[in-house]
């Protein structure tokens, strides 16, 4: 059985305000990254995330951005992850999409996969999917009501 995961909810703003609020490294820093955002997610690019519920800032390999439509990342999973690429690194992938419910509202889905299907496998995979879920929740409430959910929570 592979392990894979797909977390999804809905926030009631323009899809193209959601959207932002994950590429931009300022609003993302805002209410996510509480050890901060370094880098737009543009195609191509190797941006940088840190927290601090996870310290050490680490690298988010962009592989492919649609504005307002999808985004799609990998970053280094350790040991959980199923095969190394060319470099040694084992990556996970994840694929954000952003749905259009009329005018003001957006369905957001976040899946990620790849992890080796071992016990440290099954954990790493078990923590991302607590990490994204969180992850949607303080995006709505920020996006919403302007409240940082994340803001001493973790330190």
């Known amino acids: 059985m592979a392990l894979k995961f797909t977390v999804g909810g809905r926030i009631a703003k323009p899809v193209s305000e959601v959207f932002e609020a994950v590429v ?6 805002q209410y996510f990254t509480t050890g901060g955002a370094k880098g737009r997610l543009e195609t191509g690019a190797v941006v940088t995330r840190d927290f601090h519920d996870f310290p050490g800032a680490f690298p988010v390999h962009v592989v492919e951005v649609e504005k307002d439509r999808r985004i799609v ?3 280094d ?37 790849g992890w080796s299907e071992t016990p440290e496998g099954l954990k790493a995979s078990c923590g991302n999917c607590e990490g994204w ?3 949607l929740c303080a995006m709505k409430v920020w996006l919403e009501h302007g409240i940082k959910l994340r803001q001493g929570f973790y330190k």
Not at 24 to 29: E, G, K, V
């Open 24 to 29: 931009d490294p300022d609003r993302l820093s």
């Open 73 to 75: 990342l990998q970053w």
């Open 77 to 113: 999973a350790g040991e959980g992850a199923a095969e190394a690429d060319a470099s040694g690194s084992r990556r996970t992938t994840v694929a954000m999409t952003f749905e259009p419910l009329g005018e003001d509202r957006t369905l957001v889905r976040i899946s990620e996969y």
């Open 133 to 135: 879920t969180g992850m």
